[in-house]
């Protein structure tokens, strides 16, 4: 199950929802059943089909914050932004937004490294199952159609569903961090959750079940 790049673009497109860029996270909770179980999610968030682009919001620009690589990082993922196949069991996720330079301007042709674990908590070690390499759009935009992460024993604590992104672009520092998830309760305690790296959940939509998020990175000019 897969939701549609137009939906999750539309829904990037929305000015309220655009104004949580770069610092400002929204946290609609996702209820969680427990570790690695079904998640279900908070109320959807309307998504109009008409409505334009808004300007750009007026953004206090601070480099996104950098998170630990963990061990399960591989050199030369597939580009590609669509990470689960029809033969991937989980809840769709759609997760996107935009990249900004250290002068608070989109940034195109920054490279996002992103691989993160099945629903079952697992990481694809031999394949390149939910790993892919993306390249943001002329103004910064940047999205990945998956699955919603299971959690993994980290020791005798679940680490909260996160996802693993590493970012590369010229004139800037590369940056390594995750996206986690609002509400999740692993989150509280993790030694690793930052609050700035949650997604700001944006859907589901009204007829698209599933996952969307929308993260916007800043990266510090070198
Ligand atoms: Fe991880």
């Known amino acids: 199950m897969t939701l549609s790049r137009r939906?999750?673009?539309?829904?990037?497109?929305l000015g309220g929802l655009t104004t949580l860029a770069a610092c400002t996270r929204k946290s609609a909770?996702?209820?969680?059943?427990?570790s690695g179980g079904p998640a279900s999610?908070?109320?959807t968030v309307a998504i109009p089909d008409d409505d334009p682009p808004p300007p750009l919001p007026d953004l206090v620009c601070e480099p996104t914050a950098d998170n630990i690589e963990g061990p399960f990082w591989k050199r030369g993922a597939p580009f590609r932004a669509q990470l689960s196949d029809a033969s991937t069991r989980g809840i769709a996720m759609a997760i996107g937004g935009q990249v900004f330079g250290g002068d608070c301007?989109?940034?195109?042709?920054?490279?996002l490294d992103v691989w993160h674990a099945d629903a079952a908590g697992d990481y694809d070690n031999t394949g390149w199952k939910l790993r892919g390499r993306l390249t943001s759009g002329a103004d910064g935009r940047w999205h990945v159609d998956s699955v919603v992460p299971g959690r993994y024993l980290n020791g005798s604590r679940y680490r909260p569903r996160h996802v693993h992104v590493k970012l590369a672009a010229r004139g800037h520092r590369a940056l390594t961090t995750q996206l986690y998830f609002p509400g999740d309760p692993y989150n509280d305690g993790d030694p690793w959750f930052?609050?700035?790296l949650a997604l700001a959940q944006v859907g589901p939509g009204r007829d698209t079940p599933?996952?969307?998020g929308r993260f916007d990175f800043v990266l510090e000019a070198t």
């Not at 939906?7 to 497109?13: A, F, N, Q, T």
């Not at 909770?29 to 427990?34: F, M, N, S």
């Not at 301007?105 to 490279?111: E, Q």
């Open 7 to 13: 939906h999750l673009l539309r829904s990037l497109s």
């Open 29 to 34: 909770a996702i209820a969680d059943a427990g």
């Open 41 to 43: 999610f908070a109320p």
């Open 105 to 111: 301007r989109p940034l195109a042709g920054a490279t």
């Open 194 to 196: 930052v609050p700035s």
């Open 210 to 212: 599933g996952f969307w």
